[in-house]
């Protein structure tokens, strides 16, 4: 029978609650068979003394002497981890996210080199276009659209009367005048003269009908004329710009769960997923005024991932799934390189010269990667050639965020 350490034979043999302060315990004649807890005062007392350089900002030197690693932190983000989403860039330097889900009340943030500021309380979601340097911000009556970050207002626009509504993203229209809110109690198409619910389709004959949908996903092409759409118990759905509905696919595993599209708007990308694993087919644009219904003609990306977060380069789609895998495949289905973060990722977003990478995760870390700069430590996991210049770590419990 297994005799591990715990914690409350720790405390009876120091006499203290701070397990990061113990420097000596003595354990002779207990016959413990499980010291794994030790790995957890390890942690603790590295966590200690990375609040200490954060504080005294001497943080390079105690990267230099402590590279980050995620397996020993698990307890702790097990506890005070977070979601962080809604990654938009703003500059080489410079991204803003949101702190939370949809659903919890949420804080905004911008972050410059190390230097983090907190926004308007009144924030609930952000969205950056495709093109042209537009933002999208929901407060707590309307989003409004911006040329460049906190630059001129282009439009406004007043939610759905829907009540609670947790906004899960925004994508904004490359002009501004258009904005997709995608949400647990539908997805939105919202213009200057109203909005309307282009998914999911309403059943007129089911008096119980409701507009809830979990894994509530949409994606836009990068010239704003084809929208994806979908759900859990949906098909994937491809819309015209106006949000009219031009074509159903089939998914290739149970539920639909993601969606992307390509760079130069020839695919789409489709994920759908069981359990904690998925598929990702691509589907030619050009195809979809013909295919009217189920099974379209496409390309298996990949047979593993269930996507939460991606963005798409030139050449490659970067996926971030349920493991805390970030991966890369070409256009035809080719793993490229694969990099471990930890923790379901739930967010991206990507320089626009695409050499740098921000990652967020459940964990409530954001990973800054420079691409194809080398590997920083000889402890990372995974074959992608990436440099990670530092991360930020927004526990619940910690005052302030800690960078590392």
């Known amino acids: 029978m297994s005799k591990p350490l715990t914690l409350e034979l720790i405390h009876m043999k120091t006499k203290t609650n701070r397990i990061e302060s113990i420097k000596n315990l003595n354990l002779w004649g207990n016959d413990l068979d499980d010291i794994s807890i030790v790995s957890q005062m390890y ?7 990375l609040k200490k350089a954060n504080k005294a900002g001497t943080v390079d030197t105690f990267r230099a002497q402590f590279p980050p690693a995620y397996a020993p932190f698990i307890h702790i983000i097990q506890e005070q981890g977070q979601n962080i989403e809604n990654l938009c860039y703003i500059n080489e330097n410079t991204i803003a996210f949101v702190i939370g889900s949809a659903y919890e009340k949420r804080s905004a943030y911008v972050l410059t080199n190390r230097i ?8 609930q979601a952000i969205g950056r276009s495709h093109q042209n340097n537009i933002y999208a911000i929901a407060k707590t009556n309307s989003v409004t659209t911006h040329k460049n970050w906190a630059g001129k207002k282009i439009a406004e626009f007043k939610l759905p009367p829907v009540v609670p509504l947790p906004i899960s993203q925004l994508i904004p229209f490359n002009d501004g005048l258009s904005v997709l809110l995608v949400s647990s109690e539908g997805i939105y ?10 998914h999911p389709i309403p059943d007129r004959e089911d008096k119980d009908w409701s507009s809830y949908i979990d894994m509530e996903h949409a994606a836009l092409s990068y010239d704003n004329n084809f929208i994806a759409v979908g759900d859990q118990t949906s098909a994937h759905r491809i819309l015209n710009r106006a949000g009219n509905h031009i074509a159903t696919i089939d998914p290739q595993s149970s539920y639909p769960h993601y969606a992307l599209f390509s760079k130069d708007g ?17 589907v030619p644009t050009a ?46 289905g080719k793993k490229c390189w694969h990099y471990f973060v930890g923790s379901t990722i739930t967010s991206m977003t990507l320089s626009e010269d695409e050499k740098t990478l921000w990652v967020a995760s459940c964990s409530g870390m954001i990973h800054k990667l420079k691409l194809n700069e080398g590997q920083r430590d000889n402890h990372t996991i995974g074959n992608g050639n990436h440099y990670e210049e530092f991360r930020v770590i927004f526990w619940k419990n910690e005052p302030q965020p800690l960078v590392w």
């Open 189 to 198: 198409l919202l213009t200057t003269s109203g909005h309307a619910m282009i």
């Open 266 to 282: 020839q695919q789409v990308l489709l994920n759908s997923c069981h359990l904690y694993t998925g598929a990702t087919i691509s």
């Open 116 to 123: 983090i500021e907190k926004l308007s309380d009144s924030i």
């Open 287 to 332: 195809g979809f005024p013909n295919i009217n219904t189920g099974v379209a003609r496409n390309t298996i990306i990949d047979k593993n991932c269930r996507v939460y977060a991606a963005v798409a380069t030139s050449e490659h789609y970067i996926f971030g799934d349920a493991a805390g895998h970030v991966q890369a495949f070409d256009k035809e």
């Open 43 to 49: 942690a603790l007392e590295v966590l200690s003394l």
